[in-house]
């Protein structure tokens, strides 16, 4: 089996593991009615990323796909701002801040929007090499990397609100706080 097979796998099992983890917990947690901005988003790929449950402290799409959720006040969710730290502390170096790319690696706000998010954590996980006769490009894996894998649907939500131009440029202004399941999420995956 190759890497690249392994992680499209991977991505499989923890999407259907995810999934039913969120229809329990969906069943179990209460819901509560917050004015969002961002009610309805198509992506060019034809993604739906409209928030529809959250799990973990993270906002889901209703295929189970993690996705932002900003506030009619402009608060962002927790979880995209999370994103927004690791993606500065992580990705920044090679594809620039903000997701707007530089000249050693792509606009990563621009990518995200154009393939889907099985795709984004196959490459993050397995990395990636693009060797043609003008370059030689090479994204290496970070599955392995916790700082980077523990938040890898942080990463995504965030790269989503850059890309659909609904988060602009530099650190969120205003922001939830970080939940108790976000925290007990982040701790059971840094510690294991």
């Known amino acids: 089996m190759t890497d690249r097979t392994t992680a499209r796998l991977l991505a499989i099992c ?3 593991v995810g999934g039913v983890t969120a229809q329990t917990t969906v069943a179990q947690e209460s819901t509560t009615t917050t004015p969002v901005a961002n009610t309805e988003a198509v992506l060019p790929n034809g993604q739906d990323m409209t928030p529809d449950y959250m799990e973990n402290g993270r906002w889901y799409t209703a295929d189970g796909i993690p996705t932002y959720k900003i506030a009619e006040d402009g608060t962002l969710d927790y979880a995209t701002f999370s994103g927004y730290r690791r993606y500065s502390a992580e990705c920044h170096v090679c594809h620039g801040p903000d997701g707007e790319g530089s000249t050693y690696a792509p606009a990563l706000k621009n990518s995200v929007l154009n393939i889907d998010y099985y795709e984004f954590q196959e490459v993050v996980a397995s990395g990636k090499q693009d060797v043609n006769k003008a370059a030689n490009l090479v994204m290496p894996a970070f599955g392995t990397n916790k700082n980077v ?8 939500a965030y790269l989503i609100a850059r890309g659909v131009g609904e988060l602009p440029r530099g650190r969120p202004a205003k922001k939830e706080a970080k939940s108790d399941e976000f925290a007990a999420q982040e701790d059971s995956c840094m510690s294991g």
């Open 149 to 156: 894998w523990c938040y890898i649907d942080d990463i995504y």
């Open 14 to 16: 923890i999407a259907c």
